[in-house]
């Protein structure tokens, strides 16, 4: 699975998920133009995107849908509170496909499943999203509002996430936004600070998680050297934290085979080639602070009969 981030902040949101043939992008805050640009960047054409998924209502994310689905002929998933919410607060023209869902439902594309899980920001009907294949998790988990319910076992399941970190607190607190500002972006509707999603990725942050990347940092109460830094100093240096630009594509983020990934398969290759019968599990133990992955083997050879 492979991941781009086209652009995210307040002046706008656009994520791109590719799995194989399956290829799909989240949120429409940039132009058509800006988002065709930056896929070329990585060699992508915008016209092989299978879909379009808009998390809420809120301008920086939907901006410009309908270009993306007339220009590009990508059908459009949303809810049908936001999509109402969208038509009547913006100008977006006509659009034609439209494909309705239930916030906390799942689609499939083949073998990716896209499942929308409903948060508490505040917008009409907010969703963050998960993206399976048949080998990894990727959260896109913006606009959050808090850690909220369920939050933390989503991000105990994933291989990769990227996920909000919207706001420096000091820097907001003595920033020039006026207080009712400060309160909405703090507060349980607003946004997740740097500490927050921090704190958030050391409390879930298993084995399997990859990378994480920063997304939605505000421009006035956030900088991405700042953000980096405090996700470092909760998570350590050895994990691997990607920001996303408020005004660029960011490189092309990959999920790789671990090496327990290749230990599976080469204890599967093994097993094939071999002249037996096989019953393996394997198990995970902690010993003095280590994590080991041993495998179990028992088997019964077959003995020919004469």
């Given at each position: 699975?492979?991941?781009?981030?086209?652009?995210?902040?307040?002046?706008?949101?656009?994520?791109?998920v590719e799995?194989?043939?399956?290829?799909?992008?989240?949120?429409?805050?940039?132009?058509?133009?800006?988002?065709?640009?930056r896929l070329a960047h990585h060699d992508r054409d915008i016209r092989d995107v299978d879909a379009l998924f808009?998390?809420?209502?809120?301008?920086?994310?939907?901006?410009?849908?309908?270009?993306?689905?007339r220009k590009f002929g990508m059908p459009v998933y949303i809810t049908r509170r936001t999509l109402d919410?969208?038509?009547?607060?913006?100008?977006?023209?006509?659009?034609d496909r439209i494909r309705l869902?239930?916030?906390?439902?799942?689609?499939?594309?083949?073998?990716?499943?896209v499942h929308s899980i409903p948060t508490p920001h505040d917008s009409v009907d907010g969703v963050a999203f998960v993206v399976e294949d048949q080998k990894y998790r990727v959260g896109i988990l913006t606009d959050l509002g808090h850690a909220f319910d369920g939050l933390r076992d989503v991000l105990k399941s994933l291989d990769a996430v990227i996920i909000e970190s919207n706001y420096d607190t000091e820097m907001l607190e003595n920033g020039p936004y006026p207080e009712h500002l400060k309160s909405r972006i703090s507060g349980d509707g607003g946004h997740l600070s740097n500490k927050d999603s921090a704190m958030l990725l050391k409390q879930t942050k298993t084995e399997r998680l990859q990378w994480a990347c920063l997304c939605h940092l505000s421009e006035e109460n956030n900088e991405p050297a700042r953000?980096?830094?405090i996700h470092r100093e909760?998570?350590?240096?050895?994990?691997?934290?990607?920001?996303?630009?408020?005004?660029?594509?960011?490189?092309l983020l990959e999920l790789l085979e671990t090496t327990t990934d290749q230990i599976r398969k080469s204890l599967d290759n093994f097993l094939a080639n071999f002249t037996g019968r096989f019953v393996f599990q394997d198990h995970l133990c902690g010993t003095i602070g280590h994590s080991l992955l041993f495998y179990q083997v028992v088997f019964i050879i077959k003995i020919p009969t004469y």
């Open positions: 699975m492979k991941v781009v981030s086209l652009q995210s902040g307040s002046n706008g949101n656009c994520f791109y799995s194989g043939d399956i290829k799909l992008l989240f949120d429409a805050g940039i132009s058509g133009k800006q988002a065709e640009m808009i998390s809420h209502d809120h301008s920086d994310h939907t901006r410009a849908v309908g270009v993306f689905q919410a969208v038509q009547r607060n913006q100008k977006i023209g006509k659009l869902f239930t916030a906390g439902n799942s689609q499939s594309f083949g073998s990716v499943t953000a980096r830094e909760i998570l350590g240096d050895d994990f691997p934290v990607h920001v996303a630009s408020r005004y660029d594509v960011s490189e």
